[in-house]
Structure formats: structure tokens, C-alpha cells
T-cell receptor
Framework: QKEVEQNSGPLSVPEGAIASLNCTYS??????FFWYRQYSGKSPELIMF????GDKEDGRFTAQLNKASQYVSLLIRDSQPSDSATYLC???????????????FGKGTKLSVKP | KAGVTQTPRYLIKTRGQQVTLSCSPI?????VSWYQQTPGQGLQFLFE???????NKGNFPGRFSGRQFSNSRSEMNVSTLELGDSALYLC???????????FGQGTRLTVV
């Protein structure tokens, strides 16, 4: 059973549009949620983290968390070609291995922003 | 503030050999985790260290091992290398357990 699920994409949006990336997770006790961006050949880069239900905004990025639905999303407003990358959702699952130290990653959604 | 440093960046090894990878976390960070990334499996958790103790381990064979030193630097070792061990190995440091993780540039291991 997969623990963090993401659509693999590719998700293609035109420049200037809103890109919506979604993620579901299996452990209802999960406490913290992270979005990473990974360019081809590079390591993941932290974009945002969210701990509480609701929205959290940082510049063009908004993370949304709904713990009841076990769902977290990332919105990218005014998408730019430089946003083209794979976006990884990561969850700290309180019950995984009985500890809270590591993150479980989805396989990522590939985003392509067309000029 | 310096980021997470991993050495070496690239390695080519032969089947059956062993390899040691090194990770220096961000100054002040005490939690270090290791991940293996392959195109088919994505990012898979290997181990987590905090205060020199392994706190959690992923579903990998015993050929994969690691340790953390008193200065929070960490190493991972893979013995008896197999072709399937070819991957990008990523180290991530965190200020505390379960908090945001910052990745190093990774070590690209190729087993031939």
C-alpha cells in the first residue's frame, strides 16, 4: 500500500496560469507536510511546509491542507517556464516505524509550463 | 550559512565492492536522514540519525548501514555492491526530528 500518492503527470499549463498539484496520504496521524521542487539532475529543494489545516501562502505559492480528507495541495500562481520541474510531496508520518524522524515522499508530479 | 555537503559527488564501483558516502549537515542541525532515489522507485528512506543514534530505518537489506558522529556528520556504507544499488543517494539535514529537511547535492553511484 502506497503511503503518499501523487499524479505522475506530466501536468502542462500555459505561462501565467495557475498550476494545481495534489497529494494524498494514508496515515491519519501525520503531523507535517512538505513540498519540494526538483529540477532534472538536481537534488530536491524545499518550497513550503504546512502543519495546520487551511492555507499557507508564500509569494506565488500556496499550500493547502485538509487533514480530514488526508489531502494536501500546492498552487502555483502566475506559472513561469522556470517552474517546470518535478514537485514532490512529503509527509512526516507519526506512526511510521513508531517514530517521527523521517519523511515519506510521493513519486512526484512533473510540471511543464509552456511559454 | 553553508548548506548540506555530500562527498563524493560521483562514484563508479564494481559489483561486490563496498562504498562509503559522507554527509556534513547544516551547522546546528542534529538530524540527518539518507534517501535513495531511482527513476522507478522515487525517493526511498534509508535511515535517520539523531544525536549519534539511528532512530529509524527503511526497508533496505543489511548491506546498507550508517553512522553519525558527535559533530553530526554522517556516513553511509554499502557493502557487496549490486547493480541495483546504482542510484542517487541523498542526505538531508533537519534542525529537529520531523521538521523541514534540506538536501545535499547527492552522490551519484554507478555500479558496473
Amino acid at each position: 500500500q502506497k503511503e503518499v500518492e501523487q499524479n505522475s503527470g506530466p501536468l502542462s499549463v500555459p505561462e501565467g496560469a495557475i498550476a494545481s498539484l495534489n497529494c494524498t496520504y494514508s496515515d491519519r496521524g501525520s503531523q507535517s507536510f512538505f513540498w519540494y521542487r526538483q529540477y532534472s539532475g538536481k537534488s530536491p529543494e524545499l518550497i513550503m511546509f504546512i502543519y495546520s489545516n487551511g492555507d499557507k501562502e508564500d509569494g506565488r505559492f500556496t499550500a493547502q491542507l485538509n487533514k480530514a480528507s488526508q489531502y494536501v495541495s500546492l498552487l502555483i500562481r502566475d506559472s513561469q517556464p522556470s517552474d517546470s520541474a518535478t514537485y514532490l510531496c512529503a509527509v512526516n508520518m507519526a506512526s511510521y516505524g513508531g517514530s517521527q524522524g523521517n519523511l515519506i515522499f510521493g513519486k512526484g508530479t512533473k510540471l511543464s509550463v509552456k511559454p | 550559512k553553508a548548506g548540506v555537503t555530500q562527498t563524493p559527488r560521483y562514484l563508479i564501483k564494481t559489483r561486490g565492492q563496498q562504498v562509503t558516502l559522507s554527509c556534513s549537515p547544516i551547522s546546528g542541525h542534529r538530524s540527518v536522514s539518507w534517501y535513495q532515489q531511482t527513476p522507478g522507485q522515487g525517493l526511498q528512506f534509508l535511515f535517520e540519525y539523531f544525536s549519534e543514534t539511528q532512530r529509524n530505518k527503511g526497508n533496505f537489506p543489511g548491506r546498507f548501514s550508517g553512522r553519525q558522529f558527535s559533530n553530526s556528520r554522517s556516513e553511509m556504507n554499502v557493502s557487496t555492491l549490486e547493480l541495483g544499488d546504482s542510484a542517487l543517494y541523498l542526505c538531508a539535514s533537519s534542525p529537529g526530528r520531523g521538521s523541514e529537511a534540506f538536501f545535499g547535492q547527492g552522490t551519484r553511484l554507478t555500479v558496473v
